[in-house]
């Protein structure tokens, strides 16, 4: 971080530099115009050009101890009614020093009869004439520092939030884990008392599933074929505890087994299929699995068996959880929904981007 900042101050002293040098030289290029063409007095070429470039380097010079003075006084920092005053002041006494180097410069040159050497009205103009320069510098130099300032604290804001939902990510995911293990572990305590053997079967095919968590922890997305492999283990799982009250019926479209979504949403819709449609139903049911990509969008939906009413009071932290994790990752731009469908069924429909970047 030290490095990088380092780098944009370097940049912003060049950049300052740049617009000094330019903005002052453009100035003493217009006045350099003026004393050729305009000027009735139509001095020589020589005092011409010590003229333009003695006003471009007193605009530096001045200019530049003016912002000296705002960063060595904490100028900016103070209350506007503080900071028009003090930068009034410093105003209109650089103004006065710039137009005493002028008339030293006069004298240098020979330049005795001069008006401003000699004539009070002419020196306050000239006077004048750099309190408006020097007015028109500040209040350009503010605006872009307000501009910079507001745009930093604008990315601050930025970095705060991605820090903030990276961490309610991880969150999430550290909620998800325990919740959808205790329901795992719960189906094998039931089985091995009723039948050992299979009891070590799911331990198998439980031990395949904590792999693929602890694997896909480490990564924001998987591919949906991956998350299809963790969904099979764990329907293996349920299918030795329900035995024929689970049928289940697989479409995925060849195209949306590469579409990529955070990992363990498919299990999380099938395992509240489960555990909401089947479950409870001493018939059990089916659950349908289908993914598809329509246009832009890959849409996965899990149907099953079972009454939206019952499954949306019941709706827990496994939803919850899915819906939080969406909305972190994709903003808007992804949805999960619990609605009826009209054969009297429950359909969990999720869709996500096909191509976007996520935003945490």
Not at 262 to 281: C, D, F, S, W, Y
Not at 324 to 349: F, H, I, K, M, P
Request: glycine share 6%; hydrophobic share 45%.
């Amino acid at each position: 971080m030290s490095s990088k900042t380092n780098r944009q101050d370097r940049s912003d002293h060049l950049a300052y530099w740049l617009c000094q040098l330019g903005g002052w030289s453009a100035f003493g290029l217009l006045q350099l115009s003026f004393e050729l063409t305009v000027n009735s007095a139509r001095p020589g070429l020589w005092v011409a050009v010590s003229r333009a470039l003695l006003t471009a380097a007193s605009g530096v010079l001045g200019s530049h101890l003016l912002y000296l003075q705002m960063r060595w006084r904490q100028t900016l920092q103070k209350p506007w009614s503080k900071l028009i005053v003090h930068l009034g002041l410093m105003i209109l006494v650089m103004a006065a020093i710039l137009e005493a180097i002028e008339c030293v410069h006069h004298l240098l040159m020979h330049e005795s009869a001069h008006p401003a050497l000699s004539n009070l009205p002419v020196l306050l103009i000239n006077w004048g004439n750099w309190t408006i320069l020097l007015v028109a510098w500040t209040g350009l130099y503010l605006a872009i520092h307000e501009v910079r300032d507001h745009r930093r604290r604008e990315v601050r804001a930025l970095r705060a939030e991605m820090i903030a939902q990276q961490a309610q990510l991880r969150g999430l995911r550290a909620q998800l884990n325990p919740h959808f293990f205790f329901n795992c572990l719960n189906s094998v305590r039931e089985m091995i008392e009723e039948d050992p053997r299979r009891a070590q079967l799911m331990v198998t095919q439980l031990s395949q599933l904590l792999r693929y968590s602890l694997q896909s922890d480490e990564v924001e997305l998987v591919s949906l074929a991956e998350e299809i492999l963790a969904v099979e283990d764990y329907l293996a799982l349920e299918t030795t505890r329900f035995e024929e009250r689970l049928r289940v019926s697989w479409k995925i479209a060849p195209e949306a087994r590469s579409g990529r979504l955070p990992p363990m949403i498919l299990q999380t819709l099938v395992e509240n299929a489960v555990k909401h449609g089947i479950a409870r139903r001493s018939e059990g049911g089916e659950i349908g699995i289908v993914a598809q990509v329509e246009g832009e969008e890959l849409q996965v939906e899990v149907i099953n068996s079972g009454n939206l009413s019952e499954e949306r009071s019941a709706a827990g932290l496994g939803l919850r959880n899915a819906t939080e994790r969406l909305n972190l990752l994709y903003g808007a731009r992804a949805r999960l929904v619990l609605e009826g469908t009209s054969d009297g069924r429950v359909r969990a429909l999720v869709t996500v981007p096909l191509r976007a970047e996520v935003l945490a």
